[in-house]
């Protein structure tokens, strides 16, 4: 029994003891367990803290530096080593954003340990160990053990430097864009992608006539809809049927170019832009005057048109009005200067008769010249197209002209190619180019002088006439005169040469209505150099069909 007993009480001592062992065993695991737990979240925050960019440090009840982060010591420039352990504001020292030190008993990062309270600081400075300095913003945050009583605080701070150098850079400019807004001719308006006012000028207040302190940042374009609808901007209707219709057309992002009439009768230009952000610029420019100026433009345009009519039609009447009695005398005149009927007995009615006819003859010419610009101003001279023989054209001038030339002792000759080729043209009016600009050529060229003419075919394929003499020339200032409609240039002979001024405009507006164009070029004593092209499409191939002399210019 007392074996039994025994033996009993020995496995009951036994199974508890295999107990406290189980229970023992669990406890020593579970503690391992716990430190390896502990070990990971060292490793963690360890990791934390090297990967942080932030400065990040600790301190005691006392302000000794517990830990601080390598982004920490980098950026006050203190060995870690000698960081642990110092008294945090005799080493890391701060002061306020205008430079002055804070007092111990002051500093905000000190107060977290008195206080207990986080403490936020936005505008400090933080000194390097070599002196040098930056601005940061940093949380001071106490730490507490389970108690609830504070044991230190750990502090978080960032340069930022760069921050503050990028907010002074907008905030300059947005001192100029305000600037810039504010004096600029047009006004202008710019919301963003939620149609929110973000920047407008006082120049859009006043085009638009709105109150004043009614517009500002923020304000919904809904909200300016609705106060113009209300005023009767967009004309009669549903207010806000027109404010839904205004909103979706700012929301399109479409561009927009349109004139608005103001009520005080003041026209203005409106051109919206979109942007790449979804909003849109919207420019305002007051073009009141500019319009007036254009009506009154057109206005006077319609004057001068109505006038140049009556001009036109005068010139034409008096032209044909002329003609009749002229071509009269001028008859008469031959039948005398020819004594058809007998000897006019004095050899000085001879005379007579004879300059009566020459007289006549070039106010005839003067008379045709003035009613072919007048057909040409409204459009009425007609072209009588053919294929016309060029050497043939350039013989009958130089036989009209010879003689004169001959008096004025100018020698007068042609450079033509071997195988000219034929124009479609009108023969009669391309006899009248030719004779007016080598008569010009001639008029204007001293005893002894030379009048050339020539002819070409360029490499573009088109035909030119070129006629150079060896004049008095025209200066550069004068070229657009001489070539203007009774256009006369004061020069050392054009006294003793009369002239009305109408040979060069009439050449001009006749080569232009075979499709080509004239040009001039001229040096003072040295001469005057007519250049005359007509397009390839009047060309007539010859019959040879074995080509022209080409020239790529013609001798300056």
């Known amino acids: 029994m007392v074996g039994d007993e025994l033996s009993q009480r020995l496995k009951k001592r036994t199974a508890e003891l295999h107990k406290a062992y189980r229970q023992l065993t669990d406890g020593i695991q579970a503690q391992q367990k716990v430190e390896v737990l502990l070990d990971r979240v060292k490793q963690q925050n360890d990791l934390i803290l090297n990967a942080a960019g932030d400065g990040i440090y600790g301190l005691d009840l006392e302000g000794r530096t517990t830990f601080i982060n390598p982004a920490g010591a980098r950026l006050i420039g203190w060995p870690v080593e000698e960081l642990i352990g110092k008294p945090q504001h005799a080493i890391l020292h701060h002061t306020r954003a205008d430079g002055t030190p804070y007092p111990h008993e002051e500093c905000p990062i000190h107060a977290a340990l008195s206080d207990g309270a986080v403490h936020q600081v936005d505008d400090e400075v933080f000194w390097r160990k070599d002196g040098t300095s930056f601005p940061v913003e940093y949380v001071s945050t106490p730490i507490r053990d389970q108690g609830g009583e504070v044991t230190g605080a750990v502090v978080v701070f960032k340069n930022i430097a760069e921050r503050r ?310 200066a550069s200032e004068d070229l657009a005169t001489a070539m203007a409609p009774f256009g006369q240039v004061d020069s050392s002979l054009s006294r003793k040469y009369q002239g009305t001024g109408l040979g060069l405009s009439l050449t001009k507006a006749l080569v232009e209505l075979h499709g080509g164009g004239i040009e001039l070029s001229s040096v003072v004593d040295v001469g005057t150099e007519v250049t005359i092209r007509f397009p390839k499409s009047r060309i007539v191939a010859s019959s040879g069909g074995a080509g022209y002399p080409l020239r790529s210019s013609l001798p300056g």
């Open 165 to 474: 150098r990028t907010e002074n850079e907008l905030a300059e400019k947005t001192v100029v864009l305000e600037t810039t807004l504010e004096n600029m001719s047009q006004g202008i308006s710019v919301y963003d992608a939620d149609l929110k006012l973000v920047a407008f000028n006082q120049k859009y207040v006043d085009l638009r006539g709105y109150p004043p302190g009614f517009l500002h940042i923020g304000m919904s374009f809904e909200e300016v809809a609705r106060f113009r609808a209300g005023r009767g901007d967009y004309g009669p209707g549903d207010v806000e049927r027109h404010v839904r219709e205004r909103v979706m057309a700012k929301r399109s992002g479409e561009a927009l170019r349109q004139e608005c009439i103001l009520p005080d009768g003041g026209v203005i230009s409106v051109n919206r832009e979109p942007m790449p952000d979804g909003g849109c610029v919207t420019t305002y420019s007051d073009i009141t005057e500019r319009k007036r100026a254009e009506e009154a433009l057109r206005a006077a345009k319609e004057e001068a048109e109505v006038a140049n009519r009556a001009k036109t039609e005068f010139l034409a009447n008096v032209t044909h009005e002329l003609r009749t009695p002229l071509n009269a005398v001028i008859g008469l005149s031959e039948l005398m200067n020819e004594a058809l009927f007998g000897p006019l007995g004095h050899p000085k009615y001879t005379e007579y008769a004879k300059d009566i006819t020459e007289s006549g003859r070039h106010l005839l010419e003067l008379i045709e010249d003035i009613l072919d610009l007048s057909r040409i101003e409204v459009g009425k001279l007609k072209l009588y197209e053919e294929k016309v023989d060029v050497v043939k054209v350039v013989g009958a001038c130089m036989m009209i002209l010879r003689s004169r030339a001959e008096a004025g002792r100018i020698e007068i000759q042609t450079l033509l190619p071997e195988d000219v080729p034929s124009l479609m043209a009108d023969a009669g009016k391309l006899k009248q180019i030719l004779l007016n600009i080598l008569s010009n050529a001639i008029k204007f060229t001293p005893a002894g002088g030379t009048v050339t003419l020539e002819a070409c075919v360029e490499k573009d394929g088109g035909f030119v006439f070129l006629v150079r003499d060896t004049g008095i020339g025209i």
